[in-house]
Nanobody, 122 residues
Framework: QVQLVESGGGLVQAGGSLRLSCAAS????????MGWFRQAPGKEREFVAA????????NYADSVKGRFTISRDNAKNTVYLQMNSLKPEDTAVYSC???????????????WGQGTQVTVSS
């Protein structure tokens, strides 16, 4: 099993930046893809970004392209989400997840963290 723990969320003004971290423990396979998802109040969970641990390929939702960057450090079993130029509409609970496949589909992710709150004001 894989346990995922997010950190780095908080309050930030529009235009600011945050870096989220997702630390994996228990077992992280090199073939696992990792993804970031978010869920705003009253909305369904949506895909934000994904990365393939072994291949280094990335994918982003159109809404965050050019502003967010997903990266990985396999030696630390950690995936990051650098969020720049934050907007109020980015406010959500951000969760990291692990999948056996490199995919943007939320239903394909098997392991989930508890999430970290990101609130963008102004």
């Amino acid at each position: 099993q894989v346990q995922l723990v997010e950190s780095g969320g908080g309050l930030v003004q529009a235009g600011g930046s945050l870096r989220l971290s997702c630390a994996a423990s228990g077992r992280t396979f090199s073939s696992y893809a990792m993804g970031w998802f978010r869920q705003a109040p009253g909305k369904e969970r949506e895909f934000v970004a994904a990365i393939n641990w072994s291949g280094g390929s990335t994918n982003y939702a159109d809404s965050v392209k050019g502003r967010f960057t997903i990266s990985r450090d396999n030696a630390k079993n950690t995936v990051y989400l650098q969020m720049n130029s934050l907007k109020p509409e980015d406010t959500a609970v951000y969760s990291c997840a692990a999948s056996r496949l490199f995919t943007t589909l939320v239903r394909m992710y098997d392991y989930w963290g508890q999430g970290t709150q990101v609130t963008v004001s102004s």
